[in-house]
């Protein structure tokens, strides 16, 4: 008989490191409706939209989510490590969240704001659970790198990292060689690939094959009539006159695919790689290539895409 302790153990407490843009923010939805994990914390980077409005959106979400542990919050890292400062508000408009009429609720707060900066409540929450902490990363990897940096043998308490990135065999989507989260800052990705920590990377190559269509939206989500179904409408931009997406043909679950990796490992065909990224600036500035030396991680090239589908859209209503 499953006693309620081992069934609490088999709880995994996850903290999620993100850039609340429009999949960043399904990816906090379905973490919070989902059984099999804790979210105990989120750090924001700059990735998406800058850090500031990327925290603002983390508030906005969990206003809309309302959970009941008051998840720990804290702001990292506004620029990367080198290079440039990128966005993307041509995918995730102005504001991070495709406009969507969400807002941060006064009064009850549905978070506790963490004293000190993201790499450090990492680093904290890594020594408070050695062994147990699941790191899902879903932004640029600014803040892991700090963390790494600061003290490498407390991120090797981490259980695992569970990574949105890369694009490993398929084309990128913020250059036609790199992804967009390890392109924001490829020095970072270097630091965190070569860790030694466990690593499961959800590139491109698996996240494409995830997508909500508008037959999707018609038939799947418009119906499940609740705050969050009409928050996924508004924030990808459907118009439910025209039965398309405002700007775009499918909407990507890159991020949430992140989650679903945590929820049910068997999700993704994984092969073990060891990865190398381009941190010259350049044509190939961001690009994730495979070589012979260096730590191997799980890199997930395939994934039952119906069948992760159906537990992202199950766990709207
Ligand atoms: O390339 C997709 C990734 O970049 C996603 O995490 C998206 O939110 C952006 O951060
Ligand atoms: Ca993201």
Redesign the pocket.
Known sequence: MVTLKSKRNEIKKILIDC?V????ALALILAFHSPEMEVRAMTGVN??VPLGAVFTNIQKVLSLIRPKNRPLIARGADRPLKGDTIH?HSV?GSDGLGGAKIEVKQGKVWWEEYSGPADELILELAYQFPNELALIA???LTNLALALRKDPAGMKKLKELVI??GAVRTRG??TPYA???VYSDPLASQIVFESGIPITLVP?DA?HQVFLTPGCMEERVKPIGNAFSQFVIEATGYDTGAHRFRNRDNI?L??PLAIGAVIDPTLLKTERLSLQVETQEGEYYGKVTENNDGPKIDVGLGVDAERFLEIFLSRLS
Request: net charge negative; no cysteine; proline share 4%.
């Open positions: 850039d843009g429009v999949d960043d990735g998406n993307a995730h879903v932004g640029p949105m990135g989507n913020a992804e967009f989260n491109l996240t990507f890159h991020d």
